[in-house]
Structures are given as C-alpha cells and as structure tokens.
C-alpha cells in the first residue's frame, strides 16, 4: 500500500488549527519535504518497535527487576 505525499499533507491538516497554520505558510515544495519527513520518521519508527522485545533471562521467564523508571528527557537520549 503506497501513501502519497498529499495524503500526507492532508492528515497533517486535519490534526488542528495550528498544523494547518504552519502548513499554509509553506510553499508546495516545503510541504512535499514536511510529508517526505514525516513519512521517513514513521517509516523509521515502525521499523525499530518490531525489533523491541521484552526483557527475559537465560531461562525465557520475565526478568525478576523492572526496568528502572525514566523521565521523557532521559528516554530521548537512550542509544537504540
């Protein structure tokens, strides 16, 4: 299934007034390269939850400790 860049553009728009400001203010050139990056970031997003797994141990059974809480600023930073 291909999505085009317009379709793209058009769900950007339907997010709410602000998106749809900031987009209007982009010529038809900018918003084709505001769809192809958003698409790439999907892409790459999509791409990096298939490889998440859940923590085992040598015997496959849930790890014994939790992984330590983290704040929004120090989840950004993790090496993938």
Known sequence: M?????????????QGS???QLLAALS???KLDVAREVATYAMNLVLGL??????RDANYLPRAQD???????QLVMLSP
Not at 5 to 12: C, L, P, Q, R, T
Not at 50 to 55: G, H, K, N, S, T
Not at 67 to 73: F, G, M, N, V
């Open 2 to 14: 291909r999505i085009s860049d317009a379709d793209i553009v058009a769900y950007i728009e339907d």
């Open 18 to 20: 602000w998106p749809t």
């Open 28 to 30: 038809d050139d900018e």
């Open 50 to 55: 298939q490889i998440v797994r859940a923590a």
């Open 67 to 73: 992984a330590p809480p983290l704040i929004s600023a």
